[in-house]
């Protein structure tokens, strides 16, 4: 079952003036250093963090907060697999928001797509509830 949607639309352009004027003062509020790690290691490196910004933007929508109750900018962190398939790791104040969302017997599950075309980046959250794998029955 689906337990939150969200979407947001970041403009790059902004995302690179912000990072000009604030430099590591707005990285290190918003941005883990995984995420600035990939972001920095990226040849359009505003455009990476506007992705994860909107990712951001759109999990506390998700969330159902929005950026609002507690909620902070690193309790969302953008991380990839392998393949380069971006996921969403929530800590804090956003996991517990999460679990008090989940029903018993569920696990969730956070799907996340980004995608940009300058001068925009774009990120879709979908919040999952899957039922939990039941134990096989004790043989009689």
């Known amino acids: 079952m689906i337990l939150g949607i969200g979407t947001d639309l970041a403009n790059i352009d902004r995302i690179a003036a912000t990072l000009e004027r604030f430099g590591d003062r707005f990285r290190d509020r918003v941005f883990t250093e995984i995420e600035q790690a990939k972001a920095e290691r990226r040849a359009d490196t505003p455009g990476t963090y506007a992705k994860r910004w909107a990712a951001k933007e ?72 899957r039922p939990l794998a039941s134990a096989p029955a004790e043989p009689q």
């Open 58 to 129: 759109a999990c506390s929508k998700a969330l159902g907060t929005g950026l609002r109750m507690g909620i902070s900018w690193k309790d969302m962190s953008v991380k990839n697999l392998r393949t380069g398939q971006p996921v969403m790791e929530v800590t804090g104040w956003a996991k517990d928001r999460l679990d008090q969302m989940t029903p018993p017997g569920h696990e969730a599950i956070i799907h996340v797509t980004l995608t940009d075309d300058h001068p925009w980046a774009q990120a879709m959250v979908v919040i999952e509830a």
